[in-house]
């Protein structure tokens, strides 16, 4: 009920547009800003256009986009020749969309530097009028314990997602199906295997070095192979992607570790990703989950992204595998198998079995956080660990047959360094029950020079279980 703007168009290419205070724009340049608005698009007769269609790309002018317009020099240092750059689809329609309400459009993006900028609303098709309500762009902070927002897609719509990559995928927002009756997004209409959902991430709060912990439930249309690279057959990874100064970084940053889906076949992918010095502050983050069969419809819900903060006197994460297999992943992804099984080590919680590993290489691994890592600090392992066979009969080891502990470092300045550590509790092999395993070491310079450092659980016959429980590294100081 209350005023909106109307404006009548004839092209494609025209729209409601505004002018910013450079005054504002310039003090803070190269910040994170938020867009939403409220837009309802009709015909020559006040009738609402069924020509609408948000899951086109924005240069096939179905749906309007947000674009930013800004005046840049050619030569900076005589400040002459001036001329336009335009940055488009900066904003869209957010779905749901129906032709008959209004519509969000709605986006996140970094504020360009220029001595003028202006926004316009632009790109449906031609002679669509558009009524225009609720306009906003305001500054979006950095969110360290929540990088990702609407993850849980609590606003009942798609708010900040989008799609990854080109053509004319479709995305859908689904009440009430995602895991508990929650909601879910699905992109379907995909030509290449990294065609899926995204969102666009502000990490100007994540420094190099950071431990990024990624996590989210998603399922496929098709029964997706876990334990396999095929590309026609494997489950969809997270993907983590940066652009700064045009180097481009694109990491696999979550796996499906565990084949134990929750209710309704969803699977949990997840992982943990060392911010990089080219990730630093970039010009664009994205998250998004690529690899599954183009064929296949991606379904996604309960998607996190957080800083996983400095904590040097634990330095493992779910260490009681109270959260499942979080943080924990395969050392091989088609070599072995992880399954979350019950009860844990004191009769209760959760454990996890690594089983059909074949090669004694094969185990568990997480990655730690390598700053904690110091020359000559100590610490302390401590482990529970229970072998079975093929059949699950416990099994009884002895001496370097038995579970050990191993520290890997990666990016050292002399090549990879690999130190084990043997259980030093002098106790017989319990093959019932739950071991007991201890190992204190002292940080060797070797490792604290590394850029990453992963605890692996491995080196053990491969025709027996791993069972896994209370994993811990304490400071000893």
């Known amino acids: 009920g209350g005023n909106a703007i109307a404006m009548d168009r004839t092209y494609h290419w025209t729209g409601i547009a505004q002018n910013l205070n450079s005054m504002c724009t310039d003090a803070r340049e190269g910040e994170w800003y938020e867009f939403s608005a409220w837009m309802k698009m009709t015909d020559a007769n006040g009738n609402p256009s069924t020509n609408i269609d948000p899951n086109r790309e924005w240069w096939r002018n179905q ?26 689809n900066l904003a869209a329609l957010a779905r749901p969309y129906n032709n008959d309400e209004w519509g969000h459009i709605h986006g996140i993006f970094k504020m360009p530097t220029s001595p003028r900028l202006w926004f316009e609303l632009e790109r449906a098709p031609d ?20 990088l990702v927002r609407n993850g849980n897609l609590e606003t009942n719509d798609s708010l900040y997602w989008d799609i990854w990559g080109g053509g004319d995928v479709v995305l859908d927002f689904l009440p009430g199906v995602g895991p508990n009756g929650g909601n879910a997004l699905k992109s379907s209409s995909r030509v290449h295997h990294s065609w899926t959902q995204s969102q666009v991430l502000n990490t100007d709060c994540v420094n190099a070095g950071d431990r990024i912990a990624f996590s989210a439930k998603i399922k496929t249309s098709v029964d997706c ?3 396999s690279w095929d590309s026609n057959q494997r489950c969809n990874d997270i993907f983590f992607h940066t652009d700064k100064d045009n180097v481009r970084e694109y990491h696999r940053v979550g796996y499906i570790t565990a084949d ?75 070599r072995s198998k992880v399954k979350v099984i019950t009860p844990g080590a004191g009769g209760s919680g959760h454990a996890l079995r690594l089983y059909d590993r074949d090669h004694s290489w094969r185990g568990l691994r997480q990655v730690l956080d390598p700053r904690c890592f110091v020359p000559g600090e100590e610490f302390t392992i401590n482990a529970k660990f229970r072998l079975t066979d093929a059949l699950l009969a416990g099994v009884a080891c002895a001496g370097t047959d038995c579970p050990s502990v191993v520290l890997y470092g990666r990016n050292c300045p002399n090549g990879d360094v690999r130190e084990k550590f043997w259980n030093t509790l002098d106790m017989p092999w319990d093959s019932e029950g739950w071991n007991n395993y201890e190992a204190t070491f002292a940080v060797s310079d070797e490792i604290a020079a590394c850029g990453s450092v992963e605890l692996w659980i491995h080196e053990v016959n491969p025709s027996w279980n791993i069972e896994i429980d209370d994993v811990q590294i304490y400071a000893n100081a």
């Open 63 to 88: 749906a309007p986009i947000m674009t930013i317009t800004d005046r840049q020099y050619r030569d900076v240092s005589t400040k002459q020749h001036l001329y336009n750059a335009e940055h488009r």
């Open 127 to 146: 002679n669509v009028k558009f009524l225009l309500d609720s306009a906003s762009l305001t500054p979006l902070t950095c969110n360290r314990d929540g």
């Open 225 to 227: 192979l876990i334990y």
């Open 260 to 334: 134990t889906p929750d209710e309704g076949g969803w699977h949990h992918v997840h992982g943990i990703h060392i911010h990089s010095e080219n990730g630093e502050k970039p010009d664009l983050a994205k998250l998004y989950f690529a690899d599954a069969n183009p064929n296949w419809d991606v379904y996604t819900a309960d998607v996190k992204a957080y800083v996983l903060e400095q904590n040097c006197q634990a330095l493992v994460e779910n260490p009681d595998m109270e959260e499942k297999d979080l943080y924990w992943t395969y050392t091989d992804r088609d």
